[in-house]
DNA sequence: TTGGGTGCAAAGCGTTTGCAATAAT
DNA sequence: ATTATTGCAAACGCTTTGCACCCAA
């Protein structure tokens, strides 16, 4: 069986990238979670690893494809891509911040593959983020 | 005829606010253009008005959605949302940044309310953004 | 062994804030 | 006249960088 740490030092070594210990670290600390502010990740991981180093690897990861950003409001969040976790989209709670997943919607892929051909695009990647109220705090109110 | 910049008068007089030249200027800046960096607008308003003040403005007119900001890769940008100018989406070139726009899907929405309605959300705003290659960047490799 | 990786502290840069001056209603 | 708005300059906070040390391969 392979994990998503195999499959992580795998896709380093592939790119001539060492494994080392802060990196799995930092992994970790995305692995099977909603996504994180940069904050959260440090604190998380703060121990072991230095804010500037946490700073790098994501860098790495991200450039490696390992790990995506999301906006969220007027911050930006980090999850693990859609390689170490299924591709999956966001509903976010306007009022108290929620965050919840949903997976790829059955027609989407078709609709998106019309509109790149459309634009004459090679589609790469694509984000679909709602915003909206919750349940709980559509009671609240 | 209505103008988009009375509609702008109008929604901040009806929210309390004045309308000052600082706000039309930036607004001006925003019309009829493609997302910009805040960098890129302060530029262009800079003869007339202080970065500090460009910063207030598009707060401001974020709180009362008239500006919508937007996730280009590891920056923000900048447009005007949807009251002032149609309800659409991006294509960005992952190679050389150009930014196509595209209207609505069709089905989309329905789509979407779907998704609201199985998570328990009430709907309020959404983001459908894609990433690809264009097609002049498909040609020079 | 040796070059990439990391910690530390300092620098950098986009953004925010306090305050006095100015403009809108 | 009164209150909101703006310019200015300083402060702030997140992020990046230079350098010496350390560890993975």
Redesign the pocket.
């Known amino acids: 069986m392979t994990t998503a740490q195999d499959l992580l030092?795998h896709r380093?070594?592939k790119q001539?990238?060492?494994?080392?210990?802060?990196?799995l670290?930092?992994f970790k600390a995305l692995e099977n979670n909603d996504p994180q502010?940069?904050?959260e990740i440090?604190k998380k991981v703060s121990i072991?690893?230095?804010?500037?180093?946490?700073?790098?690897?994501?860098?790495?990861f991200e450039k490696l494809g390992i790990v995506q950003r999301l906006q969220i409001g007027?911050?930006?969040k980090l999850e693990l891509s859609n390689e170490f976790q299924e591709h999956h989209h966001h509903v976010i709670c306007l009022q108290c911040g929620k965050i919840t997943s949903f997976r790829e919607p059955e027609n989407l892929d078709y609709l998106l593959s019309k509109i790149a051909e459309r634009e004459s695009f090679v589609l790469k990647n694509h984000q679909l983020e709602l915003q909206g109220i919750c349940a709980s705090c559509q009671i609240k109110t």
């Open positions: 030092a380093l070594k001539g990238y060492s494994v080392t210990a802060t990196r670290t930092v502010s940069m904050d440090i072991s690893v230095n804010r500037a180093s946490v700073y790098r690897v994501i860098d790495l007027w911050k930006y």
